[in-house]
């Protein structure tokens, strides 16, 4: 069982910056394959970014591309996202999750574990 807290979140203006925290229990973090989502009012989650056990293989979404950067420290048991330029479109509930098969995904059933979000705002 693995247990996901993020932490980061908050109201921004655009163009600023934030940086997103997953801190993971368990074991086997370094393992995992880790992934960022996210949830906008009315809309369905998307993909944000992902990252493999080692950190040597990352996707984003076209939308985030340039602009975020995931990354882990597998001796602190925590997945990061570096947002910059933000955009108000980018508001949304940000999720981390952990997919025991280590490879990253896009794909949001791929997951096997979901933490329970944190409220970006970017404001205009």
């Known amino acids: 069982q693995v247990q996901l807290v993020e932490s980061g979140g908050g109201l921004v203006q655009a163009g600023g910056s934030l940086r997103l925290s997953c801190a993971a229990s368990?074991?086997?973090?370094?393992?995992?394959?880790m992934g960022w989502f996210r949830q906008a009012p009315g809309k369905e989650r998307e993909f944000v970014a992902a990252?493999?056990?080692?950190?040597?293989?990352?996707y984003y979404s076209d939308s985030v591309k340039g602009r975020f950067t995931i990354s882990r420290d597998n001796a602190k048991n925590t997945v990061y996202l570096q947002m910059n330029s933000l955009k108000p479109e980018d508001t949304a509930v940000y999720y981390c999750?952990?997919?025991?098969?280590?490879?990253?995904?896009?794909?949001?059933?791929?997951?096997?574990?979901w933490g329970q979000g944190t409220q970006v705002t970017v404001s205009s």
């Open positions: 999750a952990a997919d025991f098969r280590g490879f990253p995904s896009r794909v949001d059933y791929d997951y096997d574990y």
């Open positions: 368990g074991r086997a973090f370094s393992s995992y394959a």
């Open positions: 990252i493999g056990w080692s950190g040597g293989r990352t």
